[in-house]
């Protein structure tokens, strides 16, 4: 029987973490104080990293860092000391794109597991056996590679080298991530985790005799996603991949809230394992923002898509709150969006799909009746049919699909 792949979710923050893994992640990626390739914001520092691996072994899971920016000489130093660090406290592995950083991490911390990054943009099984060579277990494909790609490739590896790849999240319009357009026009580098993401601005033509006039480059009143590209879903042909032997499902967003990451996971989680139809967890995929979906380079180049009208982002549902406690037909909603009395609320749990009902009575934390709940943070009681857990994720629709 063929082994199930991992399914491997973003975190950037301890609630992700935690999200992730009720939701039914095997392994968690976060960045860590030093050299990764997001915000700080979504970045854990020494001691919350430590919590992080503890969570996730408890769970009986698996944690893994990224440490996947370019590396300067200055950081040579500070790197060698901190792999050491995480191999003290027990991470299973650190994400790497630069071969000097590999080759450091190796020698300072030898029982380290290495998995190089999708920035290496490793396409070809000699790059992947030379990455073998220098220490690393696992590579993290290039996305631009075709399933075929993938399959030649892991015919010429030994079983023990591992294969991950990107399942579904946002996708960089540059070259495997490589892109300058951020350092150029804000002096941000994304190459070194301070990318602005200017490719999902809008922009407009303005002729150099006529400033002040602009032009719409597509037929929007918002101006052109010219430069943004769709995200990425694979949820259709998740067998493929795992035929194709990649054994690491990942899914991108560092950035994401904890109901994305929840909504996602859960699908995913319920498509490996044969408990949701089809319709219904890309039901669930649509209830998140999101760009317009697209199968990514795993088909070929990717089509030559018109600007679409959607761009930059498609949103059905919106995160109303979390469960944080419950009584017989009753759930005490901790709120994140507003919501009414009268609302179709649905349900995001690890234990169901497709619960919905309908918010008829909502009253504050003192009983008192409530027509709306709409203060961020504020706890209030709804009246619900179901037998919900502390955790489960509480949305309402913005629009019913035809």
């Known amino acids: ?4 792949p991992e399914l491997l979710a973003p975190a950037g923050d301890m609630e992700c973490l935690q999200t992730a893994l009720r939701f039914g992640a095997d392994a968690v990626y976060v960045g ?4 990764q390739l997001r915000a700080a914001s979504a970045g854990f520092d020494r001691q919350q990293l430590t919590e992080a691996v503890n969570v996730c072994r408890q769970a009986g899971k698996k944690l893994y860092v990224t440490v996947n920016s370019v590396v300067k000489d200055d950081e040579l130093a500070p ?3 901190y792999a050491r660090f995480l191999a003290d406290i027990g991470v299973h592995g650190v994400i790497v794109s630069d071969l000097g950083a590999l080759s450091l991490i190796r020698r300072t911390a030898p029982d380290l597991p290495i998995h190089v990054s999708t920035q290496a943009n490793c396409q070809n099984a000699q790059a992947a056996l030379t990455y073998a060579d220098l220490g690393a277990s696992r590579i993290v494909l290039a996305r631009e590679m075709t399933l075929e790609d993938i399959k030649t490739m892991r015919r010429h590896l030994p079983d023990e080298l591992e294969l991950e790849a990107f399942v579904h999240g946002a996708m960089c ?5 490589r892109c300058f357009i951020s350092s150029m026009l804000t002096g941000r580098s994304g190459n070194r985790g301070e990318c602005t993401q200017p490719c999902r601005w809008g922009y407009h033509l303005m002729e150099q005799k006529r400033p002040g006039e602009f032009f719409a480059v597509e ?3 918002r101006g052109t996603n010219i430069l943004s590209s769709r995200d990425l879903n694979c949820l259709d042909f998740l067998d493929q991949l795992t035929d194709a032997g990649i054994a690491s499902f990942k899914i991108e967003g560092r950035m994401k809230t904890p109901y994305y990451v929840a909504t996602v996971v859960n699908a995913y989680r319920r498509r490996i394992d044969g408990t949701a139809p089809l319709d219904v967890l890309r039901r669930e995929l649509n209830a998140v923002s999101h760009r317009p979906y697209c199968d990514g380079f795993y088909f070929g180049g990717l089509e030559r898509y018109k600007p679409d009208p959607e761009l930059p982002y498609i949103r059905e549902c919106v995160f109303v709150g979390t469960v944080v406690e419950t009584r017989p037909g009753r759930i005490l909603v901790e709120q994140r969006g507003k919501f009414s009395v009268g609302d179709r609320l649905e349900v995001v749990s690890p234990h169901a799909v ?7 009575h909502i009253t504050d934390c003192d009983g008192q009746p409530m027509e709306s709940a709409p ?3 504020q706890r209030v009681w709804v009246d619900c049919p179901h037998a919900l857990q502390v955790g489960d994720l509480i949305r309402s629709r913005v629009y019913e699909e035809e």
Do not use: D, R, V
């Open 79 to 81: 790197l060698a000391e």
């Open 1 to 4: 029987m063929t082994k199930k």
């Open 375 to 377: 203060h961020a943070m």
């Open 173 to 177: 319009m540059a070259y495997s991530g």
């Open 354 to 360: 497709g619960l919905a009902f309908c918010a008829e």
């Open 219 to 221: 037929e929007t009143e």
């Open 32 to 35: 860590g104080p030093l050299l």
